[in-house]
């Protein structure tokens, strides 16, 4: 038991120990993921947002009006495409979606309710005004005889219970029991 538990212990410091490593890991890619978007930030704004000068005149405060509305206008065409873009997309993933989902034949089945009709009515709904034909099952079917077994005749000849009882109780029952069966 002491060999078992030592190696144990290992396993656990050892496992404690990966654990600690990769957090450490993960937390300096964390670190890099951040200052690789910031940069990337500041280069989009140095890019796309030039350091804005002020004119004195009016004329030029009004230039300078015209020309941010016509980028605004521009940004917000573009705001626009990438959203029909995405809606589009998203879209086309949904009708993928369903089509795997009914290549796979797991979607969900709506509860079906009972619904009780006879055959002609199910042929009527089916078939409309051309269904003409009387679907009786019962006036198709022959008629049969029914032939008497031997029990049912036995049953049929001994009648009531009591009475038979009342026949063969005392001696002159018995006596009577014992000529029938010779």
Same mark, same amino acid.
Request: charged share 40%; hydrophobic share 30%; proline share 3%.
């Given at each position: 038991?002491?060999?078992?538990?030592?190696?144990?212990?290992?396993?656990?410091?050892?496992?404690?120990?990966?654990?600690?490593?990769?957090?450490?890991?993960?937390?300096?890619?964390?670190?890099?993921?951040?200052?690789?978007?910031?940069a990337e930030k500041?280069?989009?704004?140095?890019?796309?947002?030039?350091?804005?000068?002020?004119?004195?005149?009016?004329?030029?405060?009004?230039?300078?009006?015209?020309?941010?509305?016509?980028?605004?206008?521009?940004?917000?065409?573009?705001?626009?495409?990438?959203?029909?873009? %995405?809606? *589009?997309?998203?879209? &086309?993933? @949904?009708?993928?979606?369903?089509?795997?989902? /009914?290549? #796979?034949?797991?979607?969900?089945?709506?509860?079906?309710?009972?619904?009780?009709?006879?055959?002609?009515?199910?042929?009527?709904?089916l078939l409309g005004?051309?269904?003409?034909?009387?679907?009786?099952?019962?006036?198709?079917?022959?008629? %049969?005889? *029914?032939?008497?077994? &031997?029990? @049912?005749?036995?049953?049929?000849?001994?009648? /009531?219970? #009591?009475?038979?009882?009342?026949?063969?109780?005392?001696?002159?029952?018995?006596?009577?029991?014992?000529?029938?069966?010779?």
């Amino acid at each position: 038991m002491g060999d078992e538990e030592k190696r144990n212990r290992a396993i656990t410091a050892r496992r404690q120990h990966l654990k600690s490593v990769m957090l450490q890991i993960a937390a300096t890619e964390l670190e890099k993921e951040e200052s690789r978007r910031e940069a990337e930030k500041q280069n989009y704004l140095s890019e796309h947002c030039p350091p804005l000068h002020i004119p004195g005149s009016m004329s030029e405060v009004q230039e300078l009006c015209k020309q941010l509305h016509a980028k605004i206008d521009a940004a917000e065409e573009e705001k626009y495409d990438m959203e029909v873009r %995405v809606q *589009k997309s998203s879209k &086309e993933l @949904e009708d993928m979606n369903q089509k795997l989902f /009914d290549l #796979r034949g797991k979607f969900k089945r709506p509860p079906l309710r009972r619904v009780r009709m006879s055959a002609d009515a199910m042929l009527k709904a089916l078939l409309g005004s051309k269904h003409k034909v009387c679907m009786d099952l019962r006036a198709n079917l022959k008629q %049969v005889k *029914k032939e008497d077994t &031997e029990k @049912e005749r036995d049953l049929r000849d001994v009648g /009531d219970w #009591r009475k038979n009882i009342e026949e063969k109780s005392g001696m002159e029952g018995r006596k009577k029991m014992f000529e029938s069966e010779s």
